[in-house]
């Protein structure tokens, strides 16, 4: 702002167009931050969502007596007893699942106890979640 003889004037356009420079360089440097965090915690929600599912097909198994088996397909996860499938739960668009140290991607329960330790890995573009299942069942989550 200029005074001239004691009177304001307003801004120059140079000055207008300073400030919208400055700002669309500060909106251009946090868009993309921006969706990196949106991208890790929909990745998030989606790891912890599975983990429930995984801890709720152990205590089935161990309420039940029971041999739960849960098995990965591209686009979702089924788990079954005695070959019927109890329930599947599809993975979200965009999303990968692979098992790291397992064959054919299926994890077992039977009465409270998994057959052998697993590592799931749940990924996007950039960022993964892996879930590690431990011989007592237990679920641990590391994004």
């Known amino acids: 702002m200029k005074e001239n003889a004691g009177r304001l004037r307003g801004s120059s356009l140079?000055?207008?167009?300073?400030?919208?420079?400055?700002?669309?360089?500060?909106?251009l440097l946090t868009v993309p931050r921006l969706s990196q965090l949106r991208?890790?915690?929909f990745l998030r929600l989606a790891a912890e969502k599975l983990?429930?599912?995984?801890?709720r097909a152990y205590l089935l198994s161990r309420l039940e007596n029971s041999r739960i088996e849960i098995s990965a397909q591209s686009d979702s996860i089924s788990f079954s007893r005695n070959g019927k499938i109890l329930r599947a739960v599809p993975l979200a668009k965009g999303l990968r699942l692979s098992f790291t140290n397992r064959r054919a991607g299926e994890i077992v329960f039977y009465q409270g106890q998994s057959a052998s330790p697993a590592t799931l890995m749940l990924s996007t573009g950039t960022s993964s979640c892996t879930l590690t299942i431990s011989l007592r069942g237990r679920v641990k989550l590391q994004c």
């Open 14 to 27: 140079l000055e207008l167009i300073g400030a919208l420079l400055i700002s669309a360089a500060l909106v």
């Open 51 to 55: 983990q429930l599912e995984i801890e």
């Open 39 to 41: 991208e890790r915690t």
